[in-house]
């Protein structure tokens, strides 16, 4: 999205016009707002088909559902999920003989939380251009080996490797920490967890409805020329001229289409990402609630799917929606089609027979870079970057791909640069 003399996501809009900067453009190259806070209408229910849940310490969030008039308080079908193996059967990880693990995964965390306090302070800060701490470049399974904590690495995996955020053994531990800081890993141990009546998308959704200028859709960008007269930026509609540009695209998407120096197609060439695929699904002999498959969280199991969601507890016709990861380091990526076929499978063997796909979306999704990179100084070099050429740089990278940690980004992009 690009604004008019100053540039952002909806939260950002509303950002700036309260610093009272009011000539701005929003362009969205979709017919919608709101990216993968995505909540179409199926079967008369709002479904999610992108990000589902906040939790209590999500200020940003809350802040923006409320100058929208959309406040938390959806369906707490969330508070209720269970586990299965790969074949399907039900089990109770942390019941019976496993209590033990349990146990011990409590006592690790406050353990961590301990050691973040004391070795680490800071970790949490929102972006990547505060305090550099080499051991948080390490992929988060040697993070915690190096720090005793390694049990972790189970709970930790239901609300990042399912959520499609990727793999311990190959994400730097400071993407992981940023978004399960202590706070947000103890909400969802307790299952303290936030959704919205009509959906993520209803917040962005409200905030485009409040705003002086709302974000013109359908609107992609085919070029970006900067000089000295201004930011020039070409859509279907022509050639617009503006002051500054706020960039939240992927940044390797725009030095592919932008007059990119050598510095930024050098560093956002560095960029990874995962593709997330989604699947609203009607089935037959619908589960009571939505249920993890931890199993199928690793990168020899892509395609299968690694959570489904019943987003409407003891109702009848709905979907159920499921998530599965179609891409690891090193080996080839698995199409669309592939994925759906595995996840269709899987469901039929699990007795759940599938009727009818309402939805599928395959995401560009949790653009980050390597522990290599990120100990190289990638964050550093891209920060020294915001300003030059009447160009600033936002989005997921710059900080993690939650609704909160993006935001709260935005935020900070408003108050170092225009306050």
Same mark, same amino acid.
């Given at each position: ?27 969205? &190259? ?19 088909? +992108? &990000? ?8 940003? /969030?809350?802040?923006? +559902?409320? &100058? ?7 369906? #707490? ?6 586990? $299965? ?9 942390? %019941? ?28 949490? &800060? ?21 720090? +005793? ?26 993407? /992981? ?56 930026? %070409?859509?279907?509609?022509? %050639?617009?001229?503006?002051?500054? *540009? !706020? ?23 560095? !960029? *990874?990402?995962?593709?997330?695929? %989604?699947?609203? !699904? ?37 979907? !159920? ?18 994925? $759906? #076929?595995?996840? *269709? ?68 992009? /408003? ?5």
């Amino acid at each position: 999205m690009y604004h008019r003399r100053r540039t952002g996501r909806a939260g950002r809009r509303l950002l700036l016009q309260k610093k009272g900067y009011h000539d701005y453009t929003v362009l969205e &190259a979709n017919d919608r707002v709101g990216g993968k806070t995505y909540s179409p209408k199926l079967r008369g229910k709002s479904i999610e088909m +992108g &990000a589902i849940m906040g939790v209590p310490n999500y200020d940003t /969030v809350k802040e923006l +559902g409320a &100058a929208a008039g959309v406040p938390e308080g959806g369906p #707490e079908s969330l508070a209720h999920t269970d586990f $299965r193996r790969p074949d399907g059967k039900l089990y109770r990880p942390f %019941t019976g003989l496993n209590l033990w693990k349990g146990a011990r995964l409590m006592y690790q965390l406050n353990k961590l939380d301990r050691i973040l306090k004391s070795r680490y302070p800071g970790y949490d &800060a929102n972006g990547h251009y505060g305090t550099f701490y080499p051991d948080l470049a390490l992929p988060l399974s040697k993070f915690f080996e190096k720090n +005793g904590v390694a049990a972790l690495t189970d709970l930790y995996a239901q609300p990042f490797t399912s959520f499609g955020y990727g793999y311990f053994e190959v994400v730097p531990a400071a993407y /992981v920490l940023k978004y399960l800081d202590i706070p947000t890993a103890k909400a969802f141990v307790t299952n303290d967890l936030w959704t919205w009546e009509d959906g993520t998308q209803s917040i962005f959704e409200g905030l485009n409805k409040v705003l002086e200028h709302p974000a013109v859709l359908n609107s992609p960008v085919t070029a970006v020329v900067r000089d000295q007269d201004g930011v020039h930026v %070409t859509t279907p509609a022509g %050639t617009q001229t503006y002051d500054q *540009l !706020i960039v939240t695209t992927p940044l390797e998407q725009f030095a592919a289409l932008a007059d990119a120096d050598q510095d930024e197609r050098t560093e956002f060439a560095k !960029i *990874l990402h995962n593709d997330y695929v %989604t699947h609203a !699904i009607m089935v037959r002999n619908l589960p009571k609630q939505s249920s993890f498959i931890p199993d199928n969280m690793t990168g020899d199991r892509l395609g299968h799917p690694m959570v489904f969601y019943v987003r409407y507890m003891g109702e009848p016709d709905q979907p !159920i929606v499921t998530y599965a990861l179609r891409n690891y380091p090193g080996k080839p990526p698995l199409s669309v089609e592939e994925t $759906r #076929e595995t996840v *269709l499978a899987d469901l039929k063997s699990w007795g759940l027979w599938v009727e009818e796909v309402l939805d599928e979306q395959s995401w560009y999704y949790f653009p980050h870079v390597s522990s290599e990179d990120y100990a190289a100084g990638w964050y550093a070099k891209v920060e020294g970057m915001q300003g030059r050429r009447r160009t600033y740089y936002a989005g997921e990278v710059m900080s993690f791909g939650d609704m909160d940690e993006t935001t709260n980004y935005s935020r900070g992009i /408003v108050d170092r640069f225009f306050g």
